[in-house]
């Protein structure tokens, strides 16, 4: 009997957002842990599940020792978790420019 995970019980809307979030450059894996509750591995075999196999070869070769998906690693230090794109997901207005 297989035992039920994080990743079990995610919707798609969740899984969709996750990929997303796994493909950007400056959100590091812990953020992903914070909002969704996977660990680095647990997005790793998501990604796999989801993606085609030539897409998950290219998302494993751009992450792999990237320092900004490691928060230990990364020298960016602004305790944000959020781009500045965030507000299109969260369906908040961008005021104008």
Do not use: Y
């Not at 030539?54 to 490691?70: D, I, L, N």
């Amino acid at each position: 009997m297989k035992v039920p995970t994080a990743v079990d019980n995610l919707s798609d809307v969740d899984i969709d957002r996750i990929v997303e979030m796994a493909w950007e450059d400056r959100t590091p894996f812990d953020a992903i842990e914070a909002q969704f509750g996977l660990s680095e591995q647990q997005v790793i075999e998501l990604m796999r599940r989801e993606m085609k196999p030539s897409s998950w070869r290219m998302w494993r070769a751009r992450v792999q020792g990237r320092s900004t998906k490691h928060t230990a690693l990364s020298a960016v230090d602004d305790g944000r978790f959020k781009s500045n794109q965030q507000r299109i997901v969260t369906q908040n207005k961008i005021a104008k420019r």
